[in-house]
């Protein structure tokens, strides 16, 4: 079966600190991992996404994130957070036989 | 163009009665998926459809839930003798297919049991 775990339950930062938020996947299969991100008050949407190719991905508003495949994980990465970063962000992988696993969220909350 | 829509945006129910949530795709998504999330936690999958059929139905928390999708888009989940622990939110997404592909969520529907 497989898993997603976020390390961080919710995140504090001042604006303009760097951001790192853990996600580790537990499947042996081929995976295609996600980040979603949910504002306030809107629906999720994705942030970025990697299937194959080059392990550093670069999704919207800056944010990017690394696979490494020894260490089964997918972090998520920003140089530098604005306010309107303030959101909470999800880490997903899909198999491909249609099983679609969310970890629990990160609450990212940028003071400014 | 349109996105993924769910009906009704809320809904109070009393324990023991069924309760039926519709999501509409977007057009040409033959992927669609049910999530239930609950206060504080994460994406919790339901089930999933390919075109009409449901390859797995092991996501489904109990034999009180079932989902349908017919003609390749709308679906619905029914949640029959409602329980109070099956208040949540439940999200309705789609896409072009599984695997790489990104799904585009709805909006969610509210479900309180009280």
């Known amino acids: 079966a497989q898993s997603v775990s976020q390390h961080n339950h919710h995140v504090i930062l001042s604006e303009a600190a760097s951001l790192e938020l853990g996600c580790n996947y537990s499947?042996?299969?081929?995976?295609?991992l996600f980040w979603y991100v949910q504002y306030p008050g809107q629906h999720l949407q994705l942030l970025l996404k990697?299937?194959?190719?080059?392990?550093l991905v670069k999704g919207i508003k800056g944010f990017e994130a690394e696979f490494i495949k020894s260490k089964f994980s997918f972090n998520l990465r920003k140089p530098s957070v604005q306010w309107s970063d303030t959101a909470e962000y999800f880490c997903?992988?899909?198999?491909?036989?249609?099983?679609?696993?969310f970890g629990d969220g990160t609450t990212l909350t940028v003071k400014p | 163009g349109a996105g993924v829509s769910q009906s009704p945006s809320n809904k109070v129910t009393e324990k023991g009665k069924d309760v039926e949530l519709r999501c509409d795709p977007i057009?040409?998504?033959?992927?669609l998926y049910w999530y239930r999330q609950s206060l504080g936690q994460g994406l919790e999958f339901l089930i999933y459809?390919?075109?009409?059929?449901?390859?797995?139905k092991s996501g489904l928390p109990s034999d009180r839930f079932s989902a349908e999708r017919t003609g390749g888009s709308v679906s619905t989940l029914t949640i029959q003798r409602t329980q109070q622990e099956d208040s949540a939110v439940y999200l309705c997404?789609?896409?072009?297919?599984?695997?790489?592909?990104?799904?585009?969520f709805g909006p969610g529907t509210r479900l309180t049991v009280t």
């Open positions: 997404a789609s896409s072009l297919g599984q695997g790489a592909h990104e799904q585009y």
């Open positions: 499947y042996g299969g081929t995976v295609n």
């Open positions: 990697y299937f194959s190719g080059d392990p």
């Open positions: 997903a992988v899909n198999d491909n036989a249609g099983k679609s696993t």
């Open positions: 057009s040409g998504h033959t992927a």
């Open positions: 459809f390919q075109g009409n059929s449901a390859p797995d």
